[in-house]
Antibody, heavy 117, light 110 residues
Framework: QGQLVESGGGVVQPGRSLRLSCAAS????????MHWVRQPPGRGLEWVTI????????YYADSVKGRFSISRDNSKNMVYLQMNSLRDEDTAVYYC??????????WGQGTTVTVSS | QSALAQPASMSGSPGQTITISCTGT?????????VSWYQQYPGKAPKLIIF???NRPSGVPDRFSGSKSGNTASLTITGLQPEDEAEYHC??????????FGTGTKVTVL
């Protein structure tokens, strides 16, 4: 079914940038779209973005549009989330998830991003 | 992209049945059958338990079931078990090719 491992989280000041990575294994990576989903402390899940299997299509939540960018490297089985102009409200655990049709069927363990001065 | 509305908490005794609602709009839940449910234990990643409104992935107990009417989807747990104590999140595909999650429901087994 597969495994996903996120990395790159940390503490960052407001206005700065951070890039998250997600390493995939155990499935044919270039056949599946990939999501990023986040969860602020003590709150529910928030969908962030999705990129198609070939990297040609991507969609974003309004809350991150113009600031965050998803990309992937199918030769390395990696998906990335570039986060710019970070705000306090971007503080969350960030998960990458594999798309299977219209669901997220495999999730990573998450990486924590804290935006604080 | 407003979050789908779920009750913040629900509780029940072992063996009881509970139903969690997930209310959206005609732009998401009411537009198609791409509604899914995820179970999440504290400090853990979410796990898919229902997809396409009412389908269970392999390995998910049949006490979990899903349904939908209009703009509201529901997750029913029949015969509540202690291990069902967790947070439950609904999710829906939307007409703008994005996704939206619910506000989340914490289920307590008394």
């Amino acid at each position: 079914q597969g495994q996903l491992v996120e990395s790159g989280g940390g503490v960052v000041q407001p206005g700065r940038s951070l890039r998250l990575s997600c390493a995939a294994s155990g499935f044919i990576f270039n056949k599946f779209a990939m999501h990023w989903v986040r969860q602020p402390p003590g709150r529910g899940l928030e969908w962030v973005t999705i990129m198609s299997h070939d990297g040609n299509n991507m969609y974003y939540a309004d809350s991150v549009k113009g600031r965050f960018s998803i990309s992937r490297d199918n030769s390395k089985n990696m998906v990335y989330l570039q986060m710019n102009s970070l705000r306090d409200e971007d503080t969350a655990v960030y998960y990458c998830a594999k798309a299977l049709y219209y669901v997220m069927d495999v999730w990573g363990q998450g990486t924590t991003v804290t935006v604080s001065s | 992209q407003s979050a789908l509305a779920q009750p913040a908490s629900m509780s029940g005794s072992p063996g009881q049945t509970i139903t969690i609602s997930c209310t959206g709009t005609s732009s998401d839940v009411g537009n198609h059958n791409f509604v899914s449910w995820y179970q999440q234990y504290p400090g853990k990643a979410p796990k898919l338990i229902i997809f396409d409104v009412s389908n269970r992935p392999s390995g998910v107990p049949d006490r979990f079931s899903g349904s939908k009417s209009g703009n509201t989807a529901s997750l029913t747990i029949t015969g509540l078990q202690p291990e069902d104590e967790a947070e439950y999140h609904c999710s829906s595909f939307t007409i703008t090719n994005t996704y939206v999650f619910g506000t989340g429901t914490k289920v307590t087994v008394l």
